[in-house]
């Protein structure tokens, strides 16, 4: 056998390309590897883990709802009962589109060990598909008419309490006297006296009080601490939050039921403490409209960003509020406002520095919330060393100016607009130098919160780790501390919106500042013209 | 003839390269980077064929998809590159583009994902998977490639 030297050039020509090729496609591979794992080991961020709570053994965990509204719905479904209406529901929404995974996703959710025995609930409707949707042959579910009723029964181990916010306090604090066991909606209370009475109750309480800051459970927030204490970041100045919502639900217009009316609904109870006003629909059914039963923004929804960063950085209660806005987009007769800026000052708080020491300490919080716009602003943490969005997903840039990767900035080993760190629960692994289909696949929010591979409500997780609690001792997520910062903090926002003026906190005495001739709660509760009132101004 | 014949030869060797080159990249680019994964393209699939693809996003089958993506991404880049066996590599990349093509197809109505052009119903998946169907018709190792050394020298030798 010959071969020429013309046979190998034929036959073996494709062979120093193969190789070539082979070549490339490895160093590409390696190296870019190497770049993020010498940028993973300067950054050190340990990915958060999902929570190992124990089991709910023993007998069933008896529970009664109080308020099955909306937000009572969802909880209960979180505890895994599910109304034949929702059901289907979802059912038809699934067939219309076969991304709406709501009913398999609930389907799958791991069950707990509860037995659902009894419904506080003034409207006659509710109670009844109540009652009709979970009531069993063996296990019949027995309606109160009155919370306390219902507390002091003996028959309820723990209770969910999703009313109105007025409600919140006085029915957390007689179920804690009684050593029943509470998982309270936010805000946990409506004013600030309140907040005091509450904390002493569940300070004297053997029951177990959560707050349903449901966020708590993020798999994203704990990775997101590591990095704030790791210095990532470093100093961080300003947080800046945001609420944008565009639509009747957003702006809790919600839809008033056709039999509400004197007769199925305990107008009385519904209204408490607050003035008594005759029967209203509107009110009942968007009561969050109104001073009297809710607490418009600073109350519904910037209590989430608040505690969701209380959670990440455990900031407190901030030295001073300061907010402004007004009802600029739905001037429909409520008297909260749908347009809000609130800027919470923390002079003495600080996430570490990379500077010379001294030269950076403080940090302002910024919630900005508008009803009548809905594009998306992401929450950030802006660093004298990095920048990091928060939200399920994280990603850190680093700062063009920044002491800390100044070499490597140099160096081009990072760039400003190339995030250094990414974490996606739903992805396979973090990513340093994340690619640009990674990223935009992320943008799009078309990845999932997963953990281990199912997709988990995260409202399931916060009545499980209270349920284990109950069952087992420990420390819930969001108890009473947790809660006291939040709902101080919040009551700063909607007085210093109503009062036009800065309120500040005195952490010595862990008390508000007074402000001569002004009582605080009068100033949060009054509903119209409450600045007009000379009792309440002095 | 027989020179517009050599012509059409070393173009369609041309292109057997290029495409191998282009596969065997793609597929040694993912083989060295253990985290590499496609359930992302997987997750976001769209179009008539979404359900397929979301079916194998699973945990028990996700390994295995990877896998032999990256097996098939390289059969086809070696076969085609070093010119040997390319009807074979042919055919697995017909199927696998096949597969990417209705993975995301450019159909009017569904969004364009990670696309740098604009696309209507034809895209450049398309265009290589009928590209692989000219290498399938008019196979060059012969002409260039290991398959010359197969059939001229060592039937020679057997003779």
């Not at chain 1, 760190?421 to 994340?434: C, E, H, I, L």
């Not at chain 2, 055919?91 to 159909?107: D, E, K, M, N, S």
Request: charged share 20%; net charge negative.
């Amino acid at each position: 056998m010959k071969w020429t030297r013309r046979d190998l050039l034929i036959g073996l020509g494709g062979l120093p390309i193969l190789g070539a090729v082979w070549w490339a496609g490895a160093a590409t591979s390696v190296g870019s590897r190497k770049k993020r794992s010498e940028i993973l080991e300067q950054l050190n961020i340990k990915p958060s883990m999902p929570p190992a709570v124990p089991g709910i053994g023993g007998d069933p965990v008896r529970i009664g709802v109080i308020g099955f509204g909306i937000r009572g719905e969802q909880l209960t479904r979180a505890l895994g009962f599910a109304t034949d209406e929702w059901k289907e529901e979802m059912r038809l929404a699934a067939i219309e589109d076969p991304n709406n995974k709501r009913l398999e996703d609930f389907e799958s959710q791991e069950r707990l060990n509860v037995k659902l025995v009894g419904i506080c609930d003034i409207f006659d409707v509710r109670a009844e598909t109540f009652i009709n949707s979970f009531s069993t042959t063996d296990d019949k579910i027995k309606r109160y008419k009155t919370y306390k009723e219902m507390i002091q029964s003996g028959e309820v181990d723990a209770v969910v309490i999703a009313t109105p916010d007025h409600w919140h306090a006085p029915m957390s604090i007689e179920a804690l006297n009684n050593n029943v066991h509470v998982y309270v909606e936010k805000p946990m209370t409506h004013t600030v006296g309140e907040t005091y009475t509450l904390r002493e109750a569940a300070e004297n309480s053997d029951a177990v009080f959560a707050v349903g800051h449901q966020h708590r459970q993020t798999l994203s927030f704990g990775t997101a601490r590591d990095i704030v204490e790791k210095g990532t970041l470093g100093h961080v100045s300003l947080i800046q939050t945001n609420t944008n919502r565009n639509d009747d639900n957003g702006a809790w217009n919600y839809d008033i039921h056709e039999k509400a009316s004197p007769e199925t609904i305990d107008w009385e109870q519904f209204l408490g403490s607050a003035p008594k006003v005759p029967f209203n629909k509107n009110h009942f059914f968007r009561w969050r409209k109104w001073w009297a039963y809710g607490s418009g923004l600073s109350g519904d929804l910037l209590t989430h960003d608040y505690d969701r960063l209380n959670c990440v950085l455990n900031m407190g209660i901030p030295a001073s509020v300061s907010a402004s806005g007004g009802i600029y987009t739905h001037n429909d007769g409520r008297n909260v406002p749908d347009v809000i800026q609130v800027n919470m000052e923390f002079p003495d708080f600080s996430t570490g520095s990379s500077q010379t020491k001294g030269k950076e300490k403080g940090m302002t919080f910024c919630y900005s919330a508008t009803l009548g716009n809905g594009f998306n602003r992401p929450t950030v943490l802006m660093g004298h060393d990095a920048t990091m969005e928060l939200g399920n997903r994280l990603t850190v840039w680093p700062d063009g100016a920044s002491t800390r990767y100044a070499a490597m900035l140099e160096a081009e080993k990072m760039r400003p607009d190339v995030p250094i760190y990414q974490y996606d629960p739903a992805g396979a692994a973090t990513d340093a130098v994340s690619s640009a289909t990674s990223q935009y696949f992320a943008d799009k929010g078309l990845m999932w919160t997963y953990i281990d591979g199912v997709r988990v409500d995260s409202t399931f997780l916060h009545m499980r780790e209270w349920l284990s609690v109950i069952k087992n001792g420990g420390k819930v997520s969001c108890g009473i501390n947790e809660g006291f910062d939040e709902a101080i903090s919040a009551h700063m926002a909607g007085l210093s919106w109503k009062l036009g003026r800065r309120i500040e906190w005195d952490a010595a005495s862990q008390t508000l500042k007074p402000i001569e001739g002004i009582d605080f709660d009068q100033v949060l509760l009054a509903n119209e013209n409450w600045n007009l009132q000379p009792e309440m101004v002095g | 003839m027989n020179q517009n014949h050599n012509k059409l030869k070393a173009s369609v060797t041309l292109l057997r390269i290029f495409i191998g080159w282009h596969f065997l990249f793609e597929g040694v680019v993912k083989m060295y980077n253990p985290e590499w994964t496609s359930f992302g393209y997987l997750a976001t699939a769209q179009g008539p064929f979404d359900w397929f693809f979301n079916m194998l996003i699973g945990d028990a089958t996700i390994g295995w998809v990877d896998t032999l993506n990256i097996i098939a991404l390289m059969v086809v880049g070696v076969t085609f590159t070093l010119g040997i066996f390319e009807r074979i590599g042919a055919i697995v990349g017909i199927g696998l583009l096949a597969l990417y093509f209705l993975a995301h197809p450019p159909f009017p109505g569904l969004t364009q994902m990670n696309v740098e052009g604009n696309y209507w119903l034809i895209n450049k998946n398309l265009i290589e998977l009928v590209a692989c169907m000219v290498i399938f018709q008019l196979p060059t190792g012969q002409y260039f490639g290991l398959d010359y050394l197969r059939k001229h020298k060592l039937k020679t030798q057997e003779q």
